[in-house]
């Protein structure tokens, strides 16, 4: 008997005490994670700014003081550019320090160390792009003195300050769920951020999945589908035609026979580089305008900031204002990690940002000596050395579980892509993050448009049209980046990397980027259209640009409206008007049969808006499907089998370009054996959307409202439901200023509006919150009003002690003496 | 007994407060090899244990929003809150209960 109790006990302790101190299977330690100082509990004691700390820090050279507003924005007061970083580095790692270690861990590809071999793709994906490998190379060849490595060196001082001193209930909770501590931040680790903005930003794929294309439909089809030039130009330059938009209604090049079509094959070896729609590559999108005091309602030039990206919880976003006595004294957002603000404001000037689109990555058919064990590839009828790297892969407990070798060529990492060697050229993996924590650096002590533009010279991992104005009244765009310029004009095809005549020659001249300053009309702005009409310069810039539905909707909002007011301004960012439905709607129409129906009755009397209490957007989504089924029928990955997805889709411009044609051969089946004009596509589209949108919510009527269906998705970052927000409804669609599609989880990630004059006046808002911490009223307190279209606004103080009552916490950081 | 449940258990909640979980299983493995058998030092642990984590929860919850975190980690583990909040405090006591045990029966097996 006493054998027994002896027996129980010792399991039981043993396996208490095991649960205790070990994750067992999903379950992190119980111990350390139910103790209520310790553990995950303790995560309710730190929800809130901080009432009033004083801390004594190494590192400062002299006090800082930060003030936190009832909004959880911190206002820093600093008396040097370095010491303000660095409390930049400490409020943003206050707040955010697992959204740094988890951006920093998926750039770097060492994800399986906290997360398990499930990451093991992810980070081998990462490696094989090298951009931490790069960011790295950057980093060790930068002089330490230099002022990009002293900007990154202070923020990572007040990261890891906060790191050091870290009470256990202001360890994040995904810490205590995932059962890991922060590691250092490093000051390459800012580097790593912009690499992974480039990544966002940049990265494609077209010139590997183009050749799938081409196998179906032919090489001149293929550049009609995925063109150049966008055959609806909204330009962001003011351009030389009399009239914008302007639409090419020139007929579309027919696909080639299929008897020429000899090689295709049904399940090609690159299916698996999911090729992205020139439109969903806009989902990457963003908006930017600006207009001039002649054109607003106080004579004063009003800005419009609202980048869409992947929306999370907490937001990529963090917003804060810097003081530096007699330097600077800014306001806007930073992504966690920069050391400085990427989109804002300062007394004299405003600034934000859409991407441009532009190509700055090609990849080279390479010749390696053995795909097995690479050693060599050619180059010019000689070898030259592959340079090799061994990148380690790790579990949570250190344990070694993959390790791969790494080819790079003189242009960069070699990829193996369906059996075939590539090596990619790409600008996000030269040297030039420091430039770009530069170049914000400069626009934030910007005092004119002109200064703003030159301060964005250098601006080169991420191309980006920066809009700009000044409270002297003038306005400006500017696209920025390093724009290769090739041997062979344009970058659509694969290039032979036998060679080093295929290698970039040099860049665009900056004086020749697209551009503008005080227009004539008064206003600018840009959507990630085609910066440049080929009219007024034709040098190839990107291809497969998307739809300009944004850049037509805000600049029709923008030309009928010669008197705008702030509020104006923050109703056009989620104004319902969606310019493809303006088009394609009166083409449906017009090639209806006699009367069309009821269908077609539907689409007759709607007014096109995407409000949230509309009935039809959700039926004319279902027209757009059905008819890009059908006219895309030659780009099925296998054309016998309906179900079969297309190997990638041109853009909603091109099928308009189709559309408006009539006869076009790309309207007909070529399934069939009769002959299907347009007319009849159309017909047979809107018949069946009607048909299958009766079947799944049945006939018109409160289940067709637009808000049942579209959704936005804000997801925690960890993809966790209980801490995400999900389903809302949003005013908006594809095509909208306000863009909403796919699964929702793209969208308006900072909406900005400033007027400049004496005085600076701002609203903005994101959707989320400052805190990274799930029970913080701070978490995701801007969603309702973002949902909405609403603005906060924004204070803006000159000096410390200037909130009043709107301030509800402080800290002051008294220099230590050490750095 | 109340006395020494009362003095263990703020005891137990200190040494929580210093270095964790670990505390519990320190204590309850010294209070089973200081107390006398015939006192029944598991039980005396178990309900130090309880009133430890009970009064070092109530400490956190006056500090901060427990209960919503409670609810999100419910969401999580997909289990009632409420149960979360027992479990918190069911693991030190069974962690003491058995440790304080274990002992006991140690002794009593070198004593005979």
């Known amino acids: 008997m006493r054998v027994i109790r002896i027996g129980v006990t010792v399991l039981a302790t043993v396996v208490l005490v095991y649960v205790g101190g070990w994750p067992s299977g999903p379950l992190p330690a119980l111990g350390r994670f139910l103790d209520p100082v310790h553990g995950v509990w303790s995560v309710a004691m730190s929800t809130d700014p901080p009432r009033d700390d004083r801390l004594i820090v190494d590192g400062l050279q002299s006090s800082v003081e930060i003030e936190y507003d009832d909004r959880g924005v911190p206002h820093i007061f600093a008396t040097s550019t370095e010491d303000a970083v660095w409390a930049l580095g400490y409020v943003v790692a206050r707040d955010r320090l697992f959204q740094l270690e988890l951006q920093t861990r998926a750039t770097a590809g060492t994800l399986t160390e906290v997360l398990g071999p499930d990451a093991l793709d992810a980070d081998r994906f990462q490696r094989q792009l090298g951009l931490a490998w790069s960011a790295d190379r950057e980093w060790a060849a930068l002089d330490r003195g230099s002022p990009a490595a002293r900007l990154v060196t202070a923020y990572a001082g007040g990261v890891n300050a906060w790191i050091n001193g870290l009470a256990p209930s202001q360890l994040p909770f995904e810490y205590h769920l995932l059962g890991f501590e922060p590691q250092q931040w490093d000051p390459v680790h800012s580097f790593y951020l912009t690499r992974r903005m480039g990544y966002t930003l940049t990265y494609s794929t077209i010139e590997l999945w183009r050749d799938d294309v081409v196998q179906r439909v032919g090489d001149g089809a293929t550049d009609a589908l995925f063109p150049v030039n966008a055959p609806i130009q909204e330009p962001i330059q003011p351009g030389g035609r009399e009239n914008y938009p302007w639409f090419d209604t020139s007929p579309l090049p027919p696909p080639s026979p299929l008897s020429l079509l000899s090689h295709l094959s049904p399940l090609s070896p690159l299916s698996h580089l999911s090729p992205l729609s020139g439109d969903e590559v806009g989902r990457r999108a963003s908006n930017n305008w600006v207009v001039s005091g002649t054109r607003s309602s106080t004579g004063l030039p009003i800005l419009a900031g609202d980048p869409h990206l992947n929306l999370s919880l907490p937001s990529?976003?963090?917003?804060?204002?810097?003081?530096?006595?007699?330097?600077?004294?800014?306001?806007?957002?930073?992504?966690?990690?920069?050391?400085?603000?990427?989109?804002?404001?300062?007394?004299?000037?405003?600034?934000?940002?859409?991407?441009?689109?532009?190509?700055?990555?090609?990849?080279?058919?390479?010749?390696?000596?053995?795909?097995?064990?690479?050693?060599?590839?050619?180059?010019?009828?000689?070898?030259?050395?592959?340079?090799?790297?061994?990148?380690?892969?790790?579990?949570?407990?250190?344990?070694?579980?993959?390790?791969?070798?790494?080819?790079?060529?003189?242009?960069?990492?070699?990829?193996?892509?369906?059996?075939?060697?590539?090596?990619?050229?790409?600008?996000?993996?030269?040297?030039?993050?420091?430039?770009?924590?530069?170049?914000?650096?400069?626009?934030?002590?910007?005092?004119?448009?002109?200064?703003?533009?030159?301060?964005?010279?250098?601006?080169?991992?991420?191309?980006?049209?920066?809009?700009?104005?000044?409270?002297?009244?003038?306005?400006?765009?500017?696209?920025?980046?390093?724009?290769?310029?090739?041997?062979?004009?344009?970058?659509?095809?694969?290039?032979?990397?036998?060679?080093?005549?295929?290698?970039?020659?040099?860049?665009?001249?900056?004086?020749?980027?697209?551009?503008?300053?005080?227009?004539?009309?008064?206003?600018?702005?840009?959507?990630?259209?085609?910066?440049?009409?080929?009219?007024?310069?034709?040098?190839?810039?990107?291809?497969?640009?998307?739809?300009?539905?944004?850049?037509?909707?805000?600049?029709?909002?923008?030309?009928?409206?010669?008197?705008?007011?702030?509020?104006?301004?923050?109703?056009?960012?989620?104004?319902?008007?969606?310019?493809?439905?303006?088009?394609?709607?009166?083409?449906?129409?017009?090639?209806?049969?006699?009367?069309?129906?009821?269908?077609?009755?539907?689409?007759?009397?709607?007014?096109?808006?995407?409000?949230?209490?509309?009935?039809?957007?959700?039926?004319?989504?279902?027209?757009?499907?059905?008819?890009?089924?059908?006219?895309?029928?030659?780009?099925?990955?296998?054309?016998?089998?309906?179900?079969?997805?297309?190997?990638?889709?041109?853009?909603?411009?091109?099928?308009?370009?189709?559309?408006?044609?009539?006869?076009?051969?790309?309207?007909?089946?070529?399934?069939?054996?009769?002959?299907?004009?347009?007319?009849?596509?159309?017909?047979?589209?809107?018949?069946?959307?009607?048909?299958?949108?009766?079947?799944?919510?049945?006939?018109?009527?409160?289940?067709?409202?637009?808000?049942?269906?579209?959704?936005?998705?804000?997801?925690?970052?960890?993809?966790?439901?209980?801490?995400?927000?999900?389903?809302?409804?949003?005013?908006?669609?594809?095509?909208?200023?306000?863009?909403?599609?796919?699964?929702?989880?793209?969208?308006?990630?900072?909406?900005?509006?400033?007027?400049?004059?004496?005085?600076?006046?701002?609203?903005?808002?994101?959707?989320?919150g400052q805190s990274g911490n799930p029970v913080s009223d701070w978490y995701d307190d801007r969603i309702d009003k973002w949902q909405v279209g609403e603005l906060d606004d924004v204070l803006f103080p000159e000096s410390a002690g200037r909130l009043g009552d709107r301030m509800i916490g402080r800290v002051t950081l008294l220099a230590g003496g050490g750095r | 007994m109340i006395r020494r449940v009362m003095v263990l258990g703020i005891v137990m909640a200190a040494l929580t407060w210093f270095i964790g979980w670990w505390g519990v299983l320190i204590v309850s493995i010294g209070w089973g090899l200081v107390a006398e058998t015939h006192t029944n030092p598991a039980r005396t642990a178990a309900l130090a244990a309880v009133g430890a984590w009970s009064v070092l929860l109530l400490l956190t919850a006056m500090q901060g929003p427990v209960w919503t975190l409670a609810e999100m980690l419910s969401g999580i583990f997909g289990m009632p809150a409420v149960v979360l909040l027992v479990v918190t405090i069911l693991f030190p006591v069974l962690l003491a209960l058995s440790s304080a045990a274990l002992v006991g029966e140690l002794k009593r097996l070198r004593t005979t």
């Open chain 1, 316 to 768: 990529i976003w963090y917003e804060v204002h810097i003081v530096v006595e007699g330097e600077l004294d800014a306001y806007g957002v930073t992504i966690p990690g920069s050391p400085g603000l990427l989109i804002g404001f300062n007394r004299d000037v405003a600034w934000s940002l859409t991407n441009v689109g532009a190509d700055v990555l090609d990849y080279y058919r390479e010749e390696i000596d053995d795909l097995a064990a690479p050693t060599q590839y050619r180059l010019d009828g000689a070898w030259e050395r592959l340079e090799r790297r061994i990148e380690t892969y790790r579990d949570p407990s250190g344990k070694t579980i993959a390790v791969d070798s790494m080819y790079h060529t003189h242009r960069g990492p070699v990829r193996v892509v369906g059996g075939a060697p590539y090596s990619l050229r790409w600008t996000n993996l030269d040297g030039y993050a420091g430039k770009t924590s530069m170049a914000f650096d400069a626009a934030a002590r910007a005092t004119s448009v002109a200064e703003l533009a030159d301060a964005f010279r250098e601006l080169y991992p991420s191309s980006q049209n920066v809009v700009m104005a000044d409270r002297h009244g003038s306005i400006g765009i500017r696209s920025t980046g390093w724009f290769p310029l090739r041997p062979d004009g344009a970058g659509v095809r694969s290039q032979d990397g036998t060679t080093r005549s295929a290698d970039w020659s040099s860049r665009w001249p900056v004086e020749t980027y697209p551009g503008a300053i005080d227009p004539r009309q008064g206003y600018l702005a840009s959507a990630n259209q085609q910066p440049l009409d080929p009219f007024d310069n034709a040098a190839y810039l990107g291809v497969n640009w998307p739809s300009p539905w944004r850049a037509m909707r805000i600049n029709r909002l923008l030309r009928e409206d010669s008197s705008v007011t702030p509020d104006e301004m923050r109703r056009f960012q989620t104004d319902p008007g969606n310019e493809r439905a303006e088009l394609f709607v009166p083409l449906f129409l017009e090639t209806a049969r006699e009367g069309g129906g009821v269908a077609f009755d539907m689409l007759r009397s709607w007014d096109r808006r995407f409000v949230r209490e509309d009935t039809v957007a959700v039926f004319f989504e279902r027209v757009m499907d059905e008819v890009k089924a059908r006219v895309w029928d030659e780009l099925l990955d296998d054309p016998s089998d309906e179900s079969s997805r297309r190997v990638a889709t041109p853009s909603e411009q091109v099928l308009w370009r189709v559309l408006q044609q009539g006869d076009s051969p790309w309207c007909d089946d070529r399934r069939t054996e009769e002959t299907e004009s347009c007319a009849a596509i159309v017909d047979q589209s809107v018949e069946r959307a009607f048909q299958n949108t009766v079947e799944r919510f049945g006939q018109p009527g409160a289940e067709w409202r637009w808000e049942r269906h579209r959704r936005q998705n804000i997801y925690h970052l960890l993809g966790i439901g209980p801490l995400s927000r999900l389903g809302i409804s949003v005013q908006g669609g594809s095509g909208n200023l306000n863009p909403s599609s796919g699964r929702g989880t793209h969208g308006a990630s900072w909406r900005m509006v400033v007027e400049l004059g004496s005085q600076v006046s701002a609203q903005a808002i994101y959707p989320g």
